[in-house]
């Protein structure tokens, strides 16, 4: 199983990044995909859940509106559009796929099986 999340980088607020996961060795539309995001010196948060089979996604209630979440299920690929960024958005963004049972729209690491190596994204003038 592999996901490899790309697309961060740095940008000025009020900017825009679309981050995307490329995933393998599963069979994505079996499992809702989630987006979580970590600062520097806070907890894992959890950011957007999508259902790749439905399309059916879910968001952190503060992130909504500004955050988008969508899949390309022939390219086992998820992605992340954010727009209006903001300092608050730094963070490394990570993909994940949980474990059999787990709860989507989760903060604990426990509840996911399958991570990516999360991908950076700083907002600053």
């Known amino acids: 199983v592999q996901l490899v999340e790309s697309g961060g980088g740095t940008v000025q607020p009020g900017g825009s990044l679309r981050l995307s996961c490329a995933t393998s060795?599963?069979?994505?539309?079996?499992?809702?995909m989630s987006w979580l995001r970590q600062a520097p010196g806070k907890e894992l948060e959890w950011v957007s859940t999508?259902?790749?089979?439905?399309?059916?996604?879910h968001y952190r209630e503060t992130l909504k509106g500004r955050f988008t979440t969508s899949t390309d299920n022939a390219k086992s690929t998820l992605y992340l559009e954010i727009n209006n960024l903001e300092p608050g958005d730094t963070a490394v963004y990570h993909c994940?796929?949980?474990?059999?049972?787990?709860?989507?729209?989760?903060?604990?690491?426990?509840?996911?099986?399958?991570w990516g190596q999360g991908t950076q994204v700083t907002v600053s003038s």
């Open positions: 994940a796929a949980p474990g059999a049972g787990s709860p989507w729209g989760s903060n604990t690491p426990a509840h996911y099986d399958y």
């Open positions: 060795g599963f069979t994505f539309e079996n499992y809702h």
């Open positions: 999508i259902f790749p089979y439905s399309g059916l996604a």
